[in-house]
């Protein structure tokens, strides 16, 4: 940042990105001394752009509370990484209902340089996702998700409408902990003072929500993700299913998603516990891991691997002569 330019938009970018710089701090950043930050200040002013200089020990330069800045001026690198962080998003539906990521994207697409706007084009037209693409109807209002983590950062109580997986409708209070955003849906968990306990709900299926006055406390240790995944796991199906696995803890959680089933590391292997809609799907999970297991319950299980076996042997003698 040699140039003097240079080091006044440096100037301008510190600014934006902190509430109050000193002189000091800014002479220090900017590699130049007080007297030349004082001069960049006078030039942002004629240009401008209100920055206001407080004096006094708290004092420092900061930019008038309330002033929208002009359109933000991104490096090659930084365009690169906010557009493919937008594809990612609308990929993968971290977004929310509002068609706003597509919007975002396409206003940066057209205020980019021809080459490297042709060059980022070529990336989205050829980029491949491993992972499925979400539910459009499974994300979110924007206020519904704004409401909630600004409820969750002040620790305050919300009340909310909520329907169930059934259609259920039923009002409740929560005490937000945390938001999760698992397998292409949003969660938020906490403490429900309808069920007395901590529950998961889907935002997605949340209707009105408004911040209470009353506030909580998050439990010591509280892990959102754990508990999101966790209460997964156990959602109700037709088969409670344990089966141990010969491997370790950390080999099994690589092949076996959280929302699938819990692990448990024991003096024999791992403990898979889960709730099995289907005992056939839960036989091809287990002869696709390649580890010894031991089923011990359900019995229809070791009925249900047996036949996946005979099925997965007759197909091994197609084409033999």
Do not use: C, N
Not at 167 to 182: E, M
Not at 293 to 307: I, K, Q
């Amino acid at each position: 940042m040699s140039h003097p330019a240079a080091r006044v938009l440096g100037m301008l970018e510190l600014l934006q990105s902190h509430h109050r710089l000193t002189g000091a701090e800014l002479a220090r950043r900017l590699a130049v001394d007080e007297r030349t930050v004082r001069r960049y200040a006078a030039t942002l002013v004629e240009l401008g752009i209100p920055v206001t200089a407080d004096r006094g020990r708290y004092g420092g330069y900061r930019l008038r509370p309330g002033y929208k800045l002009p359109p933000l001026m991104l490096t090659d690198d930084e365009a690169v990484a906010v557009l493919l962080g937008l594809v990612a998003a609308e990929r993968l539906g971290l977004g929310t209902e509002e068609p706003a990521t597509a919007t975002a994207l396409a206003k940066i697409s057209r205020v980019l340089p021809p080459v490297l706007g042709e060059r980022l084009a070529a990336v989205q037209e050829h980029l491949g996702f491993t992972l499925r693409r979400s539910e459009p109807d499974a994300r979110p209002a924007t206020g519904t998700l704004l409401t909630l983590a600004a409820a969750a950062r002040q620790r305050r109580r919300v009340r909310l409408d909520y329907r169930s997986f059934s259609g259920a409708a039923s009002h409740r209070r929560l005490d937000p902990y945390g938001l999760v955003f698992h397998a292409g849906r949003w969660y938020v968990t906490g403490h429900d003072h309808l069920r007395g306990e901590v529950r998961t709900f889907r935002l997605d299926r949340i209707g009105e929500v408004a911040t209470e006055q009353e506030g909580f406390t998050v439990p010591d240790g509280f892990d959102p993700v754990a508990q999101v995944t966790r209460s997964l796991a156990g959602v109700p199906y037709a088969h409670d299913v344990e089966v141990l696995l010969e491997t370790d803890l950390v080999t099994a959680r690589r092949r076996v998603p959280p929302s699938v089933a819990e692990l448990t590391a024991t003096g024999d292997g791992v403990l898979l516990r889960s709730r099995a809609e289907s005992l056939d799907g839960m036989a091809q999970l287990l002869g696709g891991l390649g580890w010894p297991f031991t089923v011990r319950r359900p019995d229809a299980l070791r009925d249900a691997v047996r036949a996946h076996a005979t099925r997965l042997a007759g197909w091994a003698e197609r084409g033999a002569d």
